[in-house]
């Protein structure tokens, strides 16, 4: 009789398993989809969290240029190594670089044997004008040169 009861009991609990079962996994399915749901959602937020704080960044730094460079000023320095650098990218000697500059010839060499710090370029015109010599190509250049000659 001991075993009989136990078997009995054995397979009512197997059928209220089952019955469990099958009544858990439609939510267990719904609730997989919400996981995945908010999972996808809180990566959403993160990417846009990260959008902003680079947005935010790259706005106040031009607000901060914006309101530091003063307007009559050209904004920018120039060094001995970069007057060479750029004389060099171009192809130029130091008289065709001086001729396109509006310097003299002894004024270029004068500013590449500097040793090191910024230039003190004193005329606002010829800053501005290496500002411009800066921006161009060896094309642009060699035309330029051609038409002054």
């Not at 001991?2 to 996994?25: F, G, P, W």
């Not at 990218?89 to 003299?104: D, I, P, Y």
């Not at 230039?119 to 040169?145: A, P």
């Given at each position: 009789?001991?075993?009989?009861?136990?078997?009995?009991?054995?397979?009512?609990?197997?059928?209220a398993?089952?019955?469990?079962?099958?009544?858990?996994?439609?939510?267990?399915?719904?609730?997989?989809?919400?996981r995945?749901?908010?999972?996808?959602l809180?990566?959403?937020?993160?990417?846009?969290?990260?959008?902003?704080?680079?947005?935010?960044?790259?706005?106040?730094?031009?607000?901060?240029?914006?309101?530091?460079q003063?307007?009559?000023s050209?904004?920018?320095?120039?060094?001995?190594?970069?007057?060479?650098?750029?004389?060099?990218?171009?192809?130029?000697?130091?008289?065709?670089?001086?001729?396109?500059?509006?310097?003299?010839?002894?004024?270029?060499?004068?500013?590449?044997?500097?040793?090191?710090?910024?230039?003190?370029?004193?005329?606002?015109?010829?800053?501005?004008?290496?500002?411009?010599?800066?921006?161009?190509?060896?094309?642009?250049?060699?035309?330029?040169?051609?038409?002054?000659?």
């Amino acid at each position: 009789m001991a075993n009989v009861m136990k078997a009995l009991k054995e397979e009512i609990a197997r059928i209220a398993r089952s019955e469990i079962k099958s009544a858990l996994d439609p939510i267990k399915s719904v609730n997989a989809s919400q996981r995945k749901y908010i999972a996808d959602l809180r990566k959403q937020i993160a990417q846009l969290e990260k959008e902003t704080r680079q947005l935010g960044k790259t706005v106040s730094k031009k607000t901060v240029a914006q309101n530091d460079q003063p307007e009559e000023s050209p904004r920018g320095w120039i060094t001995a190594q970069g007057i060479r650098a750029m004389r060099k990218r171009l192809r130029l000697s130091q008289r065709a670089f001086a001729e396109l500059a509006g310097v003299s010839l002894p004024t270029v060499a004068n500013w590449e044997a500097k040793e090191s710090g910024k230039l003190n370029i004193r005329s606002k015109e010829v800053f501005v004008r290496l500002q411009q010599i800066k921006e161009m190509g060896i094309r642009e250049v060699n035309q330029i040169l051609e038409e002054q000659d």
